[in-house]
T-cell receptor
């Protein structure tokens, strides 16, 4: 069966510090991978998605970047965090079949607080 | 781009009663509409979804209806139980080659009162 992991679970960082959040998926190959941000009491906003190694699409211009160094690894980064980067970050995956209505499976999330 | 509006933002019902959450979308190209349940501090989990070629889908106590002409879809939970208390999100997405870009509603906090 497939599983998705995110770490760390919680993170408190000062403004201006770098960020690296990691997401890995097990039990599948060539998945589509997604990063979402959820502000307190709000819906999910798609930040990045990837259909393959090294292929990253950005949905919202911002202070963050994403990378996919391996097939089942997705990393969210920032060089200098802003207060507005605080939120609940969720990684998700779906089967990599084109043109399909595949369910997106979400990880447990990372709660980031920037002080 | 797509915009999804969800109502109400909070909903409180007595255990055993029904709950209805409604969403509207703007992009007529959207043809996949999932509903997610999110418990506190956890990631969302899919509870039901509907494709545009179907008007209604039911899974035990949960049902979803879709009106493509009016661009709205609804989640119906019958015989509510305390474990149904959570935040529910609707989403919409067009089917494209490659990744599926879901646009989410703002969420509904559902509370089931015993």
């Amino acid at each position: 069966s497939q599983t998705i992991h995110q770490w760390p679970a919680t993170l408190v960082q000062p403004v201006g510090s770098p960020l690296s959040l990691e997401c890995t998926v097990e039990g599948t190959s060539n998945p589509n991978l997604y990063w979402y941000r959820q502000a307190a009491g709000r819906g999910l906003q798609l930040l990045f998605y990837s259909v393959g190694i090294g292929q990253i699409s950005s949905e919202v211009p911002q202070n963050l970047s994403a990378s996919r160094p391996q097939d089942r690894q997705f990393i969210l980064s920032s060089k200098k965090l802003l207060l507005s980067d605080s939120g609940f970050y969720l990684c998700a995956w779906s089967e990599g079949t084109s043109g399909s209505w595949d369910e997106q499976f979400f990880g447990p999330g990372t709660r980031l607080t920037v002080l | 781009g797509e915009n999804v509006e969800q109502h109400p933002s909070t909903l409180s019902v007595q255990e055993g009663d029904s709950a209805v959450i409604k969403c509207t979308y703007s992009d007529s190209a959207s043809n996949y509409f999932p509903w997610y349940k999110q418990e506190l501090g956890k990631g969302p989990q899919l509870i039901i979804d509907i494709r545009s070629n179907v008007g209604e889908k039911k899974d035990q106590r949960i049902a979803v209806t879709l009106n493509k002409t009016a661009k709205h879809f609804s989640l119906h939970i019958t015989e509510t139980q305390p474990e149904d208390s959570a935040v529910y999100f609707c989403a919409a997405s067009p089917i494209i080659q490659g990744a599926q870009k879901l646009v989410f509603g703002q969420g509904t906090r559902l509370t089931i009162n015993p």
